[in-house]
């Protein structure tokens, strides 16, 4: 299968995803309103986000002049780790969801809360599943041009970036279009360098590898 015809997955996959995207959206939007918490403008922001690497691996399907791809393929690399970035959000999953009384666990009985806990969660679920699906789709225009090995070596170096791009956004506070003050990102990162950035990045790096093999193989068994 030639590459044009991997990515030309790429439109199928995408517009399926309108739906339940511009769906979670408008929920974000109405809680938004109603409710006045900044949570759901974030989360409504981040999934927008993490839609993006799908559409630009999309639009380069039907492009045929390299500058363009490669101007494509630059802004794939800085907004994918939009994607598994909002695994990271969960750590705004409301406080005191359960609490420890004497007859056992406790529940929360706001529906807020909960509201809130699945906004989250199901945010998280969709960047990653969409960010896997545009990595899975630029491994496989990648193996049909260069080979398997040197696509999953790809999928690897590519797991390490987004690792760091989930550190610099989460710790640092830099968003991807900051890349284009790229000495300001670099000197804030030998500021806070620390044995925590190492493990961060390698935990990070590790999980979304670990996802997409996992993906990849449940992709493959619906295709038998």
């Given amino acids: 299968m030639s590459g044009r015809e991997q990515t030309g997955r790429g439109w ?7 739906l339940p995207v511009a769906a979670y959206e408008l929920a974000c939007f109405v809680l938004l309103i109603t409710r006045g918490q900044y949570l759901y403008f974030m989360m409504g922001w981040n999934v927008f986000l993490a839609l993006l690497p799908l559409v630009f691996v999309s639009i380069a399907e039907n492009v045929r002049r390299r500058w ?3 101007v494509l ?5 800085l907004f994918l780790p939009n994607a598994f970035y909002l695994l990271t959000d969960l750590i705004h999953v409301p406080k005191g969801m359960s609490t ?3 007859g ?3 529940y929360s009985t706001s529906i807020h809360q909960w509201i809130q806990l699945l906004v989250i969660g199901v945010g998280a679920v969709m960047g990653t599943l969409m960010g896997l699906e545009s990595l899975r789709q630029v491994r496989g225009w990648l193996a049909s041009v260069r080979g398997s ?3 999953w070596c790809a999928v690897g170096a590519v797991s390490l970036l987004c690792g760091v791009g989930i550190y610099i956004g989460r710790f640092l506070r830099f968003n991807s279009w900051d890349a284009l003050n790229i000495p300001s990102i670099v000197e804030r990162m030998m500021e806070e360098f620390s044995w925590f950035t190492v493990q961060y990045i390698a935990l990070f790096t ?3 590898f670990v996802l997409f093999v996992f993906y990849e ?3 493959r068994s619906n295709r038998t």
């Fill in 12 to 18: 199928r996959t995408f517009w399926p995803l309108l």
């Fill in 68 to 70: 363009l791809t490669a």
């Fill in 73 to 77: 393929a630059v802004l794939w690399i």
């Fill in 100 to 102: 420890a009384g004497a």
């Fill in 104 to 106: 056992g666990v406790i």
């Fill in 149 to 151: 090995l040197f696509s």
């Fill in 206 to 208: 590790c999980i979304i």
């Fill in 217 to 219: 193989l449940i992709q």
